[in-house]
């Protein structure tokens, strides 16, 4: 897993290669430092030689300001690598979901994709960054610490030798009932995000349905939850930490007992002893290091694996096999024999054989849930069909770029949504070198040039996020004009004027009538009054064609229809 996420830092690898060398540099000094204090003590001042004092005292000094310098160094060139690491993970992921087809993003909800790209690629990019430090560091200081230990005194090394295994076990006893513990944290605070970001995501439906203390309940409990299972994982550590310190004491009485019935007997030196106490310092400290870069790496096990799954996940709808040069050469649309599931569930397509013309304009109409929307997302390769053929200007659509595809193929989705912006910047997604008469023209056409002009700040006024500041049936408008803006080949509106009056709504069809000749519309709708004058209507049921035809012929010809109609003809006399 780790192999995947290597290539990352492909750019940081110098730094990732110094840092070490600069941490080598530096515990070779910093171990060299008590043996020369144990000079200074034993050669200065029992033998009172003052030369000894200044020469070995000169040499520490400098093998300290190495050190440090080294340190500096280490830690800077760590934190560049780590953070660029973990910078590009993040473009790298980020990226990748945005070649993600809409079947791709079905699988992971948007709030662990978040999770994702913060959470865990911090969590990664820390443990790299420590790693990087630590992981030469602590097994290089422990071995060279018990080696000047062992030069200076091999008997008394002895004691290093019977409590050192004994840590290295109670560590992995630790790290082992720590992992499970953290992990169980982790999940928890994956429930925690996502539930956090549905309730901010759905703010306004909590508050009018007045679900704030259900809510807050619900938030209580993730929050418990969470925060038992940290205190859990936590607490191992409160023990551990003071548990290090307990052995490391009982570590320096055992060599202070020891080691002063071999001064006694002349065995061994004053200031070998204070140097043998350093030692021991340096030792454990290295081995609490191993711990943390153990338990550490343990931990950010979840994230990469969380992240891998990211990485893995193949979009399944790409360029491969497309021809960069072919351009949609008109707006006719043919489905041939199309059978169409989600995931793994049952078609929800099934069999449909329609031939649009270029130019022509279709209207789809059927019960929610007959799959007019699947049908149609179909066209612009949102999704792709699992069998059968879908051909778009004589071609079949795979043959053509996504770019290309999708340049004439212009969708407004049923659940559109608007940017954080000006108007302008946003009916720009339709075609960044739009004039600003274009944009006035496509407006007008969408019947939102009258209310946009309303607006103090006109085509600037800027919008709030989703595009909360215009009504739902203004945002309508906007996103059909910014589809416009596209120039399509292929307009589809699927049910994109919902929550636009009636009146608007005609004034809208007539205005498409005369934008493009040319231009093949498909128009998704519950109204029969927003399709009757369509050339031609397709009536779909549970995912089947029922019937196709003009619509005074499907009043004669199909039930489905029929029923339609009188039932929208009672509901508007009784208006
Ligand atoms: N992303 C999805 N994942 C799984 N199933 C889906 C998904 N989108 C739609 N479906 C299912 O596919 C079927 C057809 O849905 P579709 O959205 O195409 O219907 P529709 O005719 O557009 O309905 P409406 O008039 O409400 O927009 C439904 O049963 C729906 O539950
Ligand atoms: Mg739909």
Redesign the pocket.
């Known amino acids: 897993m780790i192999k995947k996420l290597l290539p990352y830092s492909k750019k940081y690898i110098p730094y990732a290669i110094l840092s070490p060398l600069f941490i080598v540099c530096e515990v070779m000094m910093e171990v060299r430092i008590p043996f020369t204090m144990a000079k200074i003590v034993d050669y200065g001042i029992m033998r009172q030689d003052i030369s000894a004092i200044y020469s070995n005292g000169l040499v520490m000094v400098v093998m300290a300001l190495i050190s440090l310098v080294c340190g500096a160094l280490a830690a800077r060139f760590a934190a560049v690598a780590g953070i660029g690491f973990g910078s590009e993970v993040r473009k790298g992921v980020f990226g990748k979901i945005q070649d993600f087809s809409f079947s791709n993003t ?1 699988k992971f909800s948007t709030a662990s994709l978040i999770t994702r790209l913060t959470t865990d690629i911090n969590m990664v990019q820390n443990t790299f960054m420590m790693s990087l430090r630590m992981f030469i560091r602590a097994p290089l200081m422990l071995v060279s610490a018990v080696t000047y230990a062992t030069r200076i005194n091999s008997k008394l090394a002895a004691v290093f030798f019977a409590v050192v295994p004994l840590m290295a076990v109670v560590m992995a006893l630790f790290g082992g009932i720590a992992f499970p513990r953290f992990k169980v944290m982790f999940e928890k605070y994956d429930k925690f995000n996502s539930s956090v970001q549905e309730n901010l995501i759905a703010i306004r439906v909590v508050k009018a349905y007045v679900r704030s203390k259900f809510e807050k309940e619900k938030f209580k409990d993730s929050n418990d939850d969470l925060k038992k299972a940290s205190v859990n994982a936590e607490k191992l550590m409160t023990v551990a930490s003071p548990f290090m310190m307990f052995m490391m004491y009982s570590c320096i009485v055992a060599v202070l007992w020891f080691g002063s019935r071999l001064i006694l007997g002349d065995q061994m030196k004053v200031g070998e002893l204070a140097s043998f106490i350093s030692y021991i310092t340096q030792i454990l400290m290295s081995l609490m290091m191993l711990s943390v870069v153990f338990v550490m790496s343990v931990i950010s096990r979840a994230s990469i694996t969380r992240l891998c799954e990211i990485i893995d996940e193949v979009p399944d709808i790409s360029d491969k096999g497309a021809d960069p040069s072919l351009e949609v050469a008109d707006g006719s649309v043919e489905f041939k024999n199309i059978y169409f599931k ?2 793994d ?1 049952k078609y ?1 397509l099934e069999n449909i054989n329609l031939s649009i013309s270029s130019g022509e304009t279709i209207g789809i109409i ?1 019960g ?7 049908l149609v997302q179909l066209i612009p390769r949102l999704y792709d069909a699992d069998e059968g053929e879908v051909i778009v200007g004589g071609r079949h659509v795979k043959d053509y770029t996504l770019e290309n595809l999708r340049q004439s193929v212009s969708m407004t989705l ?1 659940k559109n949504l608007l940017f954080s912006g000006t108007i302008e910047q946003n009916l720009r997604w339709g075609d960044e070198n739009a004039s600003l008469d274009e944009l006035r023209k496509v407006s007008e056409i969408a019947q939102a040039d009258n209310f946009v002009s309303e607006f103090t700040h006109g085509y600037a006024t800027e919008l709030g996020q989703g595009g909360v500041n215009v009504s739902g049936g203004q945002k309508q408008r906007l996103c059909i004009a910014r589809a416009l803006l596209k120039k399509p080949k292929i307009l589809i509106l699927d ?1 994109s004027t919902s929550a636009v009056d009636t009146h608007t709504d005609s004034k809208i069809r007539e205005g498409l009538k005369k934008f493009r000749s040319g231009m093949t519309t498909i128009i998704i709708a ?1 109204r029969i009054h927003s399709i009757e004058s369509a050339d031609r209507i397709v009536v ?1 049921d549970n995912g089947k064609i029922d019937s196709i035809g003009t619509h005074s012929e499907l009043l004669k010809t199909s039930e489905i229809y029929k029923e339609v109609y009188v039932s929208q003809l009672e509901g508007s006399d009784e208006d």
């Open positions: 079905d989600y995931g569930g929800i059927g929610t849930g007959s799959s007019k929307t699947s049923q049910d519950q779909l």
